[in-house]
């Protein structure tokens, strides 16, 4: 299929999962201008993709192309009878979203076609998920790369985009890429959604520019490490030199990526795929906010959205902590609001968080069942392991600057001189403990004293704007929502200088143990906080908008630092794709298209296996190391290998001698001088096909290929790669 049809039926499929949720979102969203539009699309997937996962998890049906098409007519034919029956009609409002997300996903598809090699980093292995779900019929779907196995590890996104692969009929490797630029695409209209959602004014130019910005800034603007650097080489005379992934790593042992990143790297992993899912979540939060805690259409409600919460489990594990405790926090301040003695409330409370939780629980039982989180627990960050000044303000920066703002605005306005000269003297002693560490850097690292020092300000600075948010909005039942995305930002970040979870980085490499825990938690913040901080800025400009001069000042501002944030993503645009290169460049979608040029024996055979090889056979091939081409023809057909990329198998496993046993058993099977050995490990391991070709000629260059060819018939060979079939 070529790369322009591909796009046409992918968009084409996408409409149709927006007519397909429409009705539930109208419902959920009925007090939005624009009935919850944008969150119809993934609502619609989730409507027809989860029962038949469900269902296929039980044994009952199968997951196929027919099953697909089945439950796609079902969810459309529903969806088209509740349309026409309540009368629901296109508004300018949805217009304008779907033409913001047609323009989103269209300008990143030709963006990625200028590099959409499926290689690098965490690449290969989300392909071969992808392709091991293609050829699954039962869930849960076989681990690729550990046969015998199923995926331990959260596939739950991976299925919804192989769903609709399955639907069109449409290869893996064109449905990567389309994947990749259509959650982008969504996860800005969603951010843009929920902005204006908040801002409140039916029409308003400043509102819907806020939400625009707001939107845009999220997605794709960068942090000020970028920018700081730029400075910093203006100002020492040096050359700037900076790679793109660099503001991705500036937080001392960690990962401390943002949207914008991942977009350009293009990896369709779990963080990246549960954008879309997460803002969903932040907008039913929302929608729920907006019924009265004692509210008798509450619990139903409740009990709805559960099954989309707690299913973010299977497609971002960690999205789930998050989410609870946005809702359960929201739960509270309803309470609060209420009036009522906390003896009276605790009952109701308890029925919300259990509908909250139950429903959902009960739908994700299959994955649940078949998932064992490779967590040891939960440990404590030790303070000279905290995160410096320097780093800590480069990563949070912009964000900063916009709650000072808002803390200035709302202080200023109450004309309360004594907070105004406690806000002076928190920023003045931030700004003079970053000059201090940024001259002393070597000096202060790991110094305990100077780490506590800094959390103890860090800590009062948030309280204190938490505070003062609360102060402001406790008792707004309709207001305190973007507050309350501050504050659990403010708890997300300081939480991780607290806490860390146990997993393989704890247990392999204890410099980087909380590695996981600041990337997945600061992911969150970036757009709780993001929301909040466009949020504050549209209340700066509707508060000053009679002012003219003033209103100018404030919005130029705003501006000039929204360009210097997303100044970042043009950097990293023209750092991984060649759209500025004066050389010919082969455009295409297809992520796998690369391997013809650069694997061409590779990939004869691995187009040979796929049109000639049925079901999800055991085939062995060479072992390698993470994020290189190692494991390719699994990768490439979705067939189970023996072992593929050990160090990821350990971190899903939880034992590393699980996966570097099975490394060296692959090795004996290439190597052995004892057709006797090669047969037991063969037959241990349920080998049905042994593929020779320049990867196992190079990994094991004592490869004993005599007694391999003396064994089994070659059922295929051409360049000099093999396939030999075992039985």
């Not at 919300?352 to 078949?370: D, E, H, R």
């Given at each position: 299929?070529?790369?322009?049809?591909?796009?046409?039926?992918?968009?084409?499929?996408?409409?149709?999962?927006?007519?397909?949720?429409?009705?539930?979102?109208?419902?959920?969203?009925?007090?939005?201008?624009?009935?919850?539009?944008?969150?119809?699309?993934?609502?619609?997937?989730?409507?027809?993709?989860?029962?038949?996962?469900?269902?296929?998890?039980?044994?009952?049906?199968?997951?196929?192309?027919?099953?697909?098409?089945?439950?796609?007519?079902?969810?459309?034919?529903?969806?088209?009878?509740?349309?026409?029956?309540?009368?629901?009609?296109?508004?300018?409002?949805?217009?304008?979203?779907?033409?913001?997300?047609?323009?989103?996903?269209?300008?990143?598809?030709?963006?990625?076609?200028?590099?959409?090699?499926?290689?690098?980093?965490?690449?290969?292995?989300?392909?071969?998920?992808?392709?091991?779900?293609?050829?699954?019929?039962?869930?849960?779907?076989?681990?690729?790369?550990?046969?015998?196995?199923?995926?331990?590890?959260?596939?739950?996104?991976?299925?919804?985009?192989?769903?609709?692969?399955?639907?069109?009929?449409?290869?893996?490797?064109?449905?990567?890429?389309?994947?990749?630029?259509?959650?982008?695409?969504?996860?800005?209209?969603?951010?843009?959604?929920?902005?204006?959602?908040?801002?409140?004014?039916?029409?308003?130019?400043?509102?819907?520019?806020?939400?625009?910005?707001?939107?845009?800034?999220?997605?794709?603007?960068?942090?000020?490490?970028?920018?700081?650097?730029?400075?910093?080489?203006?100002?020492?005379?040096?050359?700037?030199?900076?790679?793109?992934?660099?503001?991705?790593?500036?937080?001392?042992?960690?990962?401390?990526?943002?949207?914008?990143?991942?977009?350009?790297?293009?990896?369709?992993?779990?963080?990246?795929?549960?954008?879309?899912?997460?803002?969903?979540?932040?907008?039913?939060?929302?929608?729920?906010?907006?019924?009265?805690?004692?509210?008798?259409?509450?619990?139903?409600?409740?009990?709805?959205?559960?099954?989309?919460?707690?299913?973010?489990?299977?497609?971002?594990?960690?999205?789930?902590?998050?989410?609870?405790?946005?809702?359960?926090?929201?739960?509270?301040?309803?309470?609060?609001?209420?009036?009522?003695?906390?003896?009276?409330?605790?009952?109701?409370?308890?029925?919300?968080?259990?509908?909250?939780?139950?429903?959902?629980?009960?739908?994700?039982?299959?994955?649940?069942?078949?998932?064992?989180?490779?967590?040891?627990?939960?440990?404590?960050?030790?303070?000279?392991?905290?995160?410096?000044?320097?780093?800590?303000?480069?990563?949070?920066?912009?964000?900063?600057?916009?709650?000072?703002?808002?803390?200035?605005?709302?202080?200023?306005?109450?004309?309360?001189?004594?907070?105004?000269?406690?806000?002076?003297?928190?920023?003045?002693?931030?700004?003079?403990?970053?000059?201090?560490?940024?001259?002393?850097?070597?000096?202060?690292?790991?110094?305990?004293?100077?780490?506590?020092?800094?959390?103890?300000?860090?800590?009062?600075?948030?309280?204190?704007?938490?505070?003062?948010?609360?102060?402001?909005?406790?008792?707004?039942?309709?207001?305190?929502?973007?507050?309350?995305?501050?504050?659990?930002?403010?708890?997300?970040?300081?939480?991780?200088?607290?806490?860390?979870?146990?997993?393989?980085?704890?247990?392999?490499?204890?410099?980087?143990?909380?590695?996981?825990?600041?990337?997945?938690?600061?992911?969150?913040?970036?757009?709780?906080?993001?929301i909040a901080v466009s949020w504050f800025f549209f209340r700066i400009l509707t508060a000053v908008k009679g002012r003219p001069r003033l209103l100018s000042a404030v919005a130029l501002t705003g501006f000039i630092l929204f360009c210097m944030s997303t100044s970042y993503i043009f950097k990293a645009v023209n750092d991984f794709y060649p759209v500025n290169a004066n050389i010919p460049i082969e455009r295409t979608l297809d992520g796998t298209a690369w391997i013809t040029t650069d694997h061409p024996a590779d990939d004869a055979l691995i187009d040979w296996m796929n049109a000639n090889i049925e079901g999800q056979p055991v085939i062995l091939e060479a072992v390698g190391e993470a994020y290189t081409y190692?494991?390719?023809?699994?990768?490439?057909?979705?067939?189970?290998?023996?072992?593929?990329?050990?160090?990821?198998?350990?971190?899903?496993?939880?034992?590393?001698?699980?996966?570097?046993?099975?490394?060296?058993?692959?090795?004996?099977?290439?190597?052995?001088?004892?057709?006797?050995?090669?047969?037991?490990?063969?037959?241990?391991?349920?080998?049905?096909?042994?593929?020779?070709?320049?990867?196992?000629?190079?990994?094991?260059?004592?490869?004993?290929?005599?007694?391999?060819?003396?064994?089994?018939?070659?059922?295929?060979?051409?360049?000099?790669?093999?396939?030999?079939?075992?039985?």
């Amino acid at each position: 299929m070529s790369d322009t049809a591909a796009f046409i039926y992918w968009y084409g499929a996408m409409i149709l999962m927006s007519i397909i949720g429409l009705p539930l979102a109208q419902y959920l969203f009925h007090d939005w201008r624009d009935k919850g539009y944008i969150f119809a699309r993934y609502i619609g997937l989730f409507l027809v993709a989860m029962p038949l996962w469900l269902l296929s998890s039980l044994h009952i049906v199968q997951f196929n192309q027919l099953s697909v098409i089945i439950f796609v007519v079902a969810g459309v034919s529903v969806a088209g009878y509740l349309i026409g029956k309540r009368k629901i009609k296109l508004t300018r409002g949805m217009i304008a979203q779907e033409l913001m997300f047609f323009i989103f996903f269209a300008v990143w598809c030709v963006i990625r076609s200028y590099n959409s090699d499926i290689f690098g980093t965490e690449k290969m292995m989300n392909l071969a998920f992808m392709n091991s779900i293609n050829l699954t019929e039962y869930m849960p779907p076989a681990d690729p790369w550990y046969t015998g196995g199923t995926i331990n590890y959260y596939y739950l996104g991976h299925y919804m985009y192989v769903f609709i692969a399955k639907l069109l009929g449409i290869s893996t490797g064109l449905v990567y890429n389309l994947a990749l630029t259509s959650i982008i695409a969504q996860f800005t209209v969603s951010v843009y959604a929920i902005i204006r959602r908040l801002t409140v004014k039916r029409e308003s130019f400043i509102a819907d520019n806020a939400a625009l910005l707001g939107a845009v800034w999220i997605s794709f603007g960068g942090n000020l490490h970028y920018p700081y650097k730029f400075i910093e080489s203006v100002f020492s005379g040096e050359v700037f030199k900076y790679f793109f992934p660099d503001p991705t790593r500036i937080i001392p042992f960690a990962i401390d990526e943002f949207p914008a990143y991942s977009i350009v790297l293009g990896d369709v992993h779990g963080h990246y795929i549960s954008l879309p899912f997460f803002v969903l979540g932040l907008a039913l939060l929302i929608a729920s906010s907006r019924v009265a805690f004692d509210d008798a259409r509450k619990l139903k409600l409740t009990a709805i959205i559960s099954v989309f919460i707690i299913s973010m489990y299977g497609v971002n594990s960690w999205d789930i902590i998050t989410m609870l405790f946005l809702f359960t926090a929201m739960h509270a301040v309803q309470a609060y609001q209420t009036g009522r003695h906390w003896k009276k409330l605790a009952s109701d409370f308890v029925r919300l968080q259990l509908a909250l939780v139950v429903p959902g629980l009960l739908l994700m039982l299959p994955y649940i069942f078949n998932f064992t989180p490779a967590v040891g627990g939960v440990g404590l960050v030790q303070f000279d392991q905290r995160s410096p000044i320097v780093p800590w303000v480069q990563m949070w920066g912009f964000f900063i600057i916009g709650s000072l703002a808002y803390a200035s605005f709302v202080v200023l306005r109450k004309r309360e001189r004594s907070q105004l000269g406690l806000l002076a003297a928190v920023v003045v002693v931030i700004l003079a403990m970053f000059a201090v560490e940024s001259a002393n850097a070597e000096a202060l690292k790991g110094n305990a004293m100077w780490l506590i020092g800094w959390s103890i300000v860090r800590i009062t600075a948030m309280a204190g704007f938490a505070v003062l948010l609360w102060n402001r909005f406790a008792d707004k039942k309709t207001l305190f929502v973007a507050p309350l995305f501050a504050v659990a930002a403010f708890c997300l970040i300081e939480g991780v200088e607290i806490f860390f979870f146990k997993d393989i980085f704890y247990t392999s490499n204890p410099d980087y143990f909380r590695t996981n825990t600041v990337f997945k938690f600061y992911y969150h913040a970036w757009v709780l906080w993001g929301i909040a901080v466009s949020w504050f800025f549209f209340r700066i400009l509707t508060a000053v908008k009679g002012r003219p001069r003033l209103l100018s000042a404030v919005a130029l501002t705003g501006f000039i630092l929204f360009c210097m944030s997303t100044s970042y993503i043009f950097k990293a645009v023209n750092d991984f794709y060649p759209v500025n290169a004066n050389i010919p460049i082969e455009r295409t979608l297809d992520g796998t298209a690369w391997i013809t040029t650069d694997h061409p024996a590779d990939d004869a055979l691995i187009d040979w296996m796929n049109a000639n090889i049925e079901g999800q056979p055991v085939i062995l091939e060479a072992v390698g190391e993470a994020y290189t081409y190692a494991a390719r023809i699994s990768t490439h057909t979705g067939f189970r290998t023996v072992m593929g990329w050990p160090t990821h198998e350990w971190q899903w496993r939880g034992e590393a001698r699980l996966a570097f046993d099975r490394a060296d058993d692959v090795r004996v099977m290439y190597t052995t001088q004892s057709a006797t050995e090669l047969h037991q490990l063969l037959d241990q391991y349920g080998v049905e096909y042994i593929v020779i070709g320049q990867e196992e000629y190079t990994k094991y260059q004592d490869i004993n290929l005599p007694l391999l060819q003396s064994q089994f018939e070659p059922l295929y060979s051409q360049s000099g790669t093999m396939l030999l079939k075992v039985r």
